[in-house]
Each structure stands twice: as C-alpha cells, then as structure tokens.
C-alpha cells in the first residue's frame, strides 16, 4: 500500500512540477542532473552586462541512458568525489588517480549509475575502457592513468578550449546503462 501511495505521490507531484528543464534548475543542482528529454545538464558561464561572470544551466546534447527527470544525489556527488560547481566536463579528470578511486569505490560504482554512466562515455571517448579502469586502479594506479595517456589524451595542465567534450551514450547492451555492474 505504501508503494501505491508513493506512485500516485510521485505521478501527481510530476505532473504538478511539469517537466524538468535543465534551464530552470539552479545553479547548485545543475550539473548531474538530467532533464525529462534524457539530455544531460551542464553549467556554463557566461558574461553579464556589467562584465561579470555568471553561472548558468544548459541543455547538452548528450543523452542519458534509461535516464529522466533526474537531479544527483548529494551522497553521490561526495562519494564519487565530483564537484556540482564544474563547468563543462572533461575527461581529463580520469587522469587523476584520487579522482579514480573515488569514482571506482563501490560507494560510487554501485550506488551511483547517472555519475558512473556518464565517466563510462568519457573514457570510451577516449578509447579506454571503464571497467578496465577501475580493476587497475585497485591494483596499480599509474596504469590506469597510463591507459588513457595512451589514448591520446592531453597530458600536463594544457586543457583544450573548444568546451565541453561530447561522447555517444554506451549501447543498451553495456554494463553500466541505468546500474553499472559489479566490480
């Protein structure tokens, strides 16, 4: 009974709140979150009439797998050690191997399927495989890092200035579509 009262809560709260659109989500919940098209929200800045800059939510053009309507959990946002205040996303960030183990602990691995699936598209840009990752970085963390040096990603501090990277979705076959596989 609980369950039941729970769904007709959540389909009449959504139908309420109509559709989440990353552009009316604040700031501090944009970017993580999914809108109801499935495309994923990204923090951008911008420069405002008096010069200053301004965060804001956009639309990318990077599709969630199996998932809608979705704003990342604050545990998640912790545990997998990202930061909601980033703009843009880059791979870049699999080159630290801090940053991967967060990301490859089971707090995050298991628990975390919107952060996990979209990492698992980064590294496949990339021409690595998460998975691969995640069991290296248990045992040797430099190969890892490694791995996607090899892939052709920038080394060193250069960032590339074109924005934001994106990447297909995984097919519906992967490991990782709504929640990744355990490790």
Excluded: H
């Amino acid at each position: 009974m609980k369950f039941f009262m729970f769904l007709v809560f959540t389909i009449f709260l959504q139908g309420a709140l109509g559709e989440l659109l990353c552009e009316e989500l604040p700031v501090g919940l944009c970017s993580f979150s999914i809108a109801s098209s499935g495309k994923r929200c990204l923090l951008e800045t911008y420069s405002s009439n008096d010069g200053t800059m301004e965060f804001q939510c956009k639309t990318s053009e990077v599709v969630a797998i199996k998932l809608y309507e979705y704003i990342e959990a604050d545990e998640c946002v912790t545990s997998c050690g990202v930061d909601r205040k980033s703009v843009g996303i880059s791979s870049d960030a699999l080159l630290d191997s801090q940053f991967t183990a967060k990301l490859c602990s089971p707090q995050c691995y298991q628990n975390c399927p919107n952060i996990v699936d979209l990492y698992y598209n980064l590294a496949l840009g990339e021409g690595a495989f998460l998975p691969d990752l995640c069991k290296s970085q248990r045992t040797y963390s430099r190969r890892s890092m490694a791995q996607i040096q090899s892939s052709g990603a920038a080394l060193g501090p250069i960032s590339v200035a074109a924005g934001p990277m994106s990447v297909a979705a995984p097919s519906p076959s992967s490991p990782v579509d709504c929640a990744p596989a355990p490790m």
